[in-house]
């Protein structure tokens, strides 16, 4: 199913924005407005295009969608787990052409996890043991081996524009500091020359809790966990600073490339304490969440038995964190999602500039944080039917109007 949209003569309306120092003088009846209150936010879009097809016999026929992106020519770029092949679409939503495909040749691709695209088109390819390196006119550039057991395996989705990965998660190695390295949150740099990792920051984090996990090599055992563990999320600005959040409270730090907080974006909004009503809103979640976990792991061919505690076993902090997703579109405004008030994913969504300035918020049922952003407002959504078909749907943000 292809549907496309043409470009039409359309009313421009501004990108508006509310100063946090200005808040203070344009309350209602000329009174001051409280920081923490919210400036509803309407969001005006147009649709685009949608590729995913369902009859199972064209290229967009995806099978696992693990990365879509744009590029500044808006280009949407997607990678498709299952067929190990990346798809680069036009902005009317056609096939321009194809990049890989399953095999362990120069260029081809073999358990390739994560797709992070440059501005100019140019790929970055992470999979199990190797990144692959592609130019922006999908050309075959260079491979990086990895050795799982002493560099570790890095899950990046970002890259600086000298190429250097961000990533949070690098996955065995060889860590002489292992303890020191479960009980924080480090951030790493790394280059693709072979060169060691640079730690960039190291994120704030609760005590661990005491949920315990064991593998006896026939049943992996995984506890519960604790709920309401504060997020660390994170994004990067054009000048090659990071949006971090961190923290229970609304905070978000501007990290620059030498590891400093150059600057700090706050709200007063609290978290909410945890009570009984919130517990049982997250049992709920953890009981759905646990059994689409178990039968996804059903569908592999694994050697071993995956075993995990219940709803009832699950720990608790004793606050909701305030935000709960942050992204960071073309134009450099961070998207900040907040928590609902049964600390759940489906608040409303907070647009900020890092200068500090206070954009508005979209409400819980109005326009979501989208799988990728690109140039002019372009928007993408990976959307699934009751068939659980992929599709990607494209559409442009045309404004941000006061809502009312």
Request: include cysteine; proline fraction near 7%; charge should be negative.
């Amino acid at each position: 199913m292809r549907t496309t949209i043409p470009h039409r003569a359309r009313a421009r309306f501004p990108l508006v924005f509310f100063p946090l120092a200005l808040l203070v003088a344009c309350g209602d009846a000329g009174g001051p407005r409280d920081p923490a209150e919210d400036i509803p936010l309407n969001a005006v879009t147009e649709e685009v295009f949608t590729v995913g097809s369902v009859t199972g016999d064209a290229w967009d026929t995806f099978g696992e969608l693990a990365t879509v992106a744009f590029d500044a020519a808006s280009n949407l770029h997607i990678l498709d787990g299952q067929a190990q092949r990346i798809y680069m679409v036009g902005p009317d939503g056609s096939l321009l052409r194809t990049v890989g495909g399953p095999g362990e040749g120069p260029g081809e691709l073999n358990e390739a996890g994560r797709l992070i695209v440059a501005r100019d088109g140019s790929y970055t390819v992470t999979a199990f043991g190797r990144i692959d390196r592609f130019a922006p006119g999908g050309e075959f550039v260079e491979r990086v081996t990895l050795d799982p057991f002493t560099t570790g395996q890095i899950i990046a989705n970002m890259a600086l524009p000298d190429g250097r990965l961000v990533t949070a998660t690098i996955l065995g190695g060889d860590d002489e500091d292992e303890e020191e390295a479960e009980s924080s949150r480090p951030i790493y740099l790394f280059p693709l020359d072979g060169t060691e990792p640079q730690l960039l920051y190291t994120a704030w984090d609760l005590p661990e809790d005491e949920t315990d996990s064991e593998f006896t090599g026939e049943v992996m055992r995984i506890g519960a966990g604790r709920a309401f563990e504060p997020g660390l999320y994170y994004d990067l600005l054009t000048d090659g600073r990071l949006a971090l959040v961190d923290s229970i409270g609304y905070r978000v730090k501007l990290i620059g490339l030498d590891g400093s907080v150059t600057a700090t974006i706050e709200r007063p909004i609290a978290p909410l304490a945890v009570d009984d009503a919130i517990r049982e809103a997250a049992r709920e979640r953890f009981r759905q969440f646990n059994a689409d976990l178990l039968e996804g792991l059903a569908r592999l061919d694994l050697n071993f038995r995956v075993e995990r505690e219940g709803a009832e076993e699950l720990a608790f902090a004793d606050e909701v964190p305030v935000i709960g997703g942050l992204e960071v579109d073309w134009e450099d405004r961070i998207w900040l999602e907040r928590r609902d008030s049964t600390g759940g994913p489906d608040g409303p969504i907070d647009i900020v500039t890092p200068e500090g300035d206070y954009i508005g918020t979209l409400p819980p049922d109005g326009l979501r944080t989208p799988a990728a952003f690109g140039p002019d407002g372009l928007m993408a959504f990976i959307d699934r039917d009751e068939f659980d078909v992929p599709t990607v749907r494209v559409v442009r943000l045309v404004a941000l109007e006061p809502a009312g």
